[in-house]
């Protein structure tokens, strides 16, 4: 079975930074594109990033652009989302999501399998 | 920027059908996607690629896309089935798209 392991909760000063990692298991974890989806209490899912299976194409949503980066190491089968210059708006249930295929971008992109999710608290 | 529409909030009642819509400039041209958050957990994927359903999503659960709208139908609802609904779309300006969720009430 997919199993999506996110890394504990954090609490960070605002302006402040933090790294996710989300350790997968259960498939071939280099073939499958992996994203980073968030959600802020009591609101919708936003999605933040996405990396493709190789590691050699990046997305981001304007809101995090330039604030935060994606990345993974597939010899370790895990996928990072390293966060700066966090602001109070970025507070999140942090979900880690697999893609259903290696890219990470076109029309084919969703997301079959989700972690359970890490608290992000953005707070002075 | 791309946005997908939902209506807030859609009321069932037990064995009935639901139907959420999913609202976007040309959706149909696009593929259309939509997960199951029931309260406290994460998302399930329940529709794929339009009409899809992943292996272990009950029948009941169907979909389609046309136009402007696509739709997530709930057939035979259940009390298990009260969750928040998300649509789903990937559009080429601004990539991963989510609609704003819709929650369905069983009553």
């Known amino acids: 079975d997919v199993q999506l392991l996110e890394s504990e909760a954090g609490l960070v000063q605002p302006g402040g930074s933090l790294r996710l990692s989300c350790a997968a298991s259960g498939f071939t974890f280099s073939n499958y594109a992996m994203n980073w989806v968030r959600q802020a209490p009591g609101k919708g899912l936003e999605w933040v990033s996405g990396i493709s299976g190789g590691g050699g194409s990046t997305y981001y949503a304007d809101s995090v652009k330039d604030r935060f980066t994606i990345s993974r190491d597939n010899s370790r089968n895990t996928v990072f989302l390293h966060m700066s210059s966090l602001r109070a708006e970025d507070r999140a249930v942090y979900y880690c999501?697999?893609?259903?295929?290696?890219?990470?971008?076109?029309?084919?992109?969703?997301?079959?399998?989700w972690g359970q999710g890490t608290l992000v608290i953005v707070s002075a | 920027s791309y946005e997908l529409t939902q209506p807030p909030s859609v009321s069932v009642s037990p064995g009935q059908t639901a139907s959420i819509t999913c609202s976007g400039d040309k959706l149909g041209d696009k593929y259309a996607y939509w997960y199951q958050q029931r309260p406290g957990q994460s998302p399930v994927l329940v529709i794929y690629?339009?009409?899809k359903r992943p292996s272990g999503i009950p029948e009941r659960f169907s979909g389609s896309n046309s136009g402007n709208t696509a739709t997530l139908t709930i057939s035979g609802t259940q009390t298990m089935d009260e969750a928040d609904y998300y649509c789903q779309a990937w559009d080429s300006s601004s990539f991963v798209v989510f609609g704003e969720g819709t929650k369905v009430t069983v009553l």
């Open positions: 999501a697999k893609g259903a295929r290696g890219v990470a971008a076109g029309t084919g992109s969703y997301f079959d399998n």
């Open positions: 690629q339009n009409n």
